[in-house]
Structures are given as C-alpha cells and as structure tokens.
C-alpha cells in the first residue's frame, strides 16, 4: 500500500528516534555499571627502580627513617621540615590491595602530633628545600629522599627481609658508647656477627654451637628483600648440621659471615644488649653495612 510523502517521514523520524532514546539508555546503563574508582590511604605502587613500594593515594612516596628503630620518631625540628609526617586517622584508614590493616599503627609524637606507623616503622614524606630556601614536597611517583643523610631514609618496601638500623650502642667490651648503623630483620631485631668467623672462616658452622648457639640464635631467610644502599650480592648461606634431631638447617651471611640474633635482645625493636660481648676471647658485634 503506497505511503503519503508525510507518512513515511514521520516514520522515518519515529524509527530514529526510538533507535536514539534505546542507545540514550544503553549509555546510562553502562555508566551504572561502572565501578568508581577507590581512594586509598596508603597503597602498594609499582616502582620501576624499586619494585612495590607504599605510597599515599595520590602516589606520593612513603619513608621511614633508620634512627626510628625503637618505633618512635627520632626527626623532629628541622628534620621534620624536611620529612613531613605522614598521618591518617585509623577511622579513615583505606588500604589499597596487598596491605593489612594489622601492619598499621599510630604513634603520638614527642610535640603531641599523631603518626601513622607501618610495621612499627614511623612514615613520613619527602620535602627537600627548593631555590627559595622553601621545603616542597616531592611530586607523586619521585624517590629522591632514597638514601638521603648518609643512608638513613629508604622507601618503605612491604615485604624488606633485612633492614636498616641507626642508634646509640654501648660496647659491653669497653663501655664506650658510639652511633651504629647495623643491620635488623623485618621486626627490627637486632643482627650480630661473631669475630671468632672472621679469625677461623673455614669452619663457619661449628664456630657457634651447642650452648652458644642458644644464646646467639641464628638468622635465616630465604627472599632477599633489602633497602637499596645494600647489595643482594652481599649475602649467601651456609649449611649447618645442628638443626632438629640432626637435620640440616641454612643460616644467612653477609659479607660470608653469619648473621646471628642475641637471646636478651628478646623480640625488642632495637634492643643491643650483645655488642661487646664476648664468648670466650671472641667478641660479637652489630651487623655493620
């Protein structure tokens, strides 16, 4: 049946537009279906140098500094100029992917602000003096302040096996007291070394064992995850024969000398109550880098 010129306009017109308010809807549906995008905290940002490494939710790169190893701040003054502290409310607290709340703390600081701690570690930004004399922070994705102040401020890794200490050390040899880089494990333990393996490096596993290997526990890991002034090449592992009912055991070196805890430092963040100390007329000392 043959259509008035009019009639098969309109219908034209009604065709387009239905086909419009249709795709009109579909767009709307497909925005609903869109998940918003999350705003975290504190997240896990993959670092071309570094791996994963913490940042903030806009990317801004995480610290901890070497002489917080008792899980205070040590920067305060003019260091805090430079190191802005890092702070979110653990109501607010929103984690992105691969990171535990339980890792999470606050600290109250020596001038009444709050910190956020992560592992124990307190963070901080990095906020270098410009031309003007003025303290900026760096912009999202920079990790200028890696190894700053003579190695002593590292981006936070989740997953460090072997970190970074700095404190006050009283030598138990000579009671003299000195300022010690030294190397902990991820709980901030503190790690020894015994001199008797530098005087007989051949018999590295039987040098510490049966009562002294009660007090001087060793030291194992099998990943080696470490701030960046340390070199993986550095360390190694030995075999020892003193494990459960005669089995084997490994034990990590560095430098080829094994890594041993000391049993009254106990599960103490920083705690060196070993260096010094001697097991016959050998002494033990921190772990130096």
């Not at 049993?263 to 060196?272: A, I, L, N, Q």
């Amino acid at each position: 049946m043959f259509q008035p010129y009019h009639a098969r306009v309109a219908w034209r017109f009604s065709f387009l537009l239905s086909a419009l308010l249709l795709l009109m809807v579909a767009c709307n549906n497909d925005d609903d279906d869109q998940v918003p995008e999350q705003v975290f905290s504190v997240k896990l940002t993959s670092n071309t140098t570094f791996g994963n490494i913490l940042t903030d939710g806009a990317g801004n790169t995480l610290y901890y500094f070497t002489r917080d190893v008792a899980g205070t701040s040590a920067c305060s003054g003019n260091c805090a100029a430079v190191w802005p502290i890092f702070y979110t409310t653990p109501a607010d607290m929103k984690l992105g992917t691969g990171l535990k709340a339980d890792d999470f703390a606050t600290i109250t600081r020596a001038d009444g602000s709050l910190q956020t701690t992560y592992r124990g570690w307190p963070l901080y930004y990095y906020a270098p003096a410009n031309s003007a004399g003025q303290n900026v922070r760096e912009k999202p994705g920079e990790t200028l302040g890696d190894q700053v102040a003579n190695k002593t401020w590292f981006v936070v890794k989740p997953d460090y096996t072997v970190m970074l200490a700095t404190t006050s050390v009283l030598d138990k040899s000579t009671n003299q007291t000195s300022t010690q880089n030294f190397l902990v494990d991820p709980q901030a333990r503190t790690l020894y070394i015994f001199d008797r393996d530098n005087r007989l490096p051949t018999t590295l596993p039987t040098n510490c064992t049966g009562g002294c290997i009660n007090a001087w526990p060793v030291f194992y890991t099998d990943k080696l995850v470490l701030p960046s002034s340390l070199k993986a090449s550095d360390f190694g592992a030995i075999t020892r024969t003193d494990g459960p009912n005669g089995t084997t055991r490994q034990h990590t070196t560095y430098k080829g000398i094994p890594l041993y805890y000391y049993t009254p430092d106990g599960t103490t963040r920083g705690k060196v109550e070993g260096h010094g100390v001697k097991t016959g007329q050998d002494p033990w000392y921190v772990a130096n880098p």
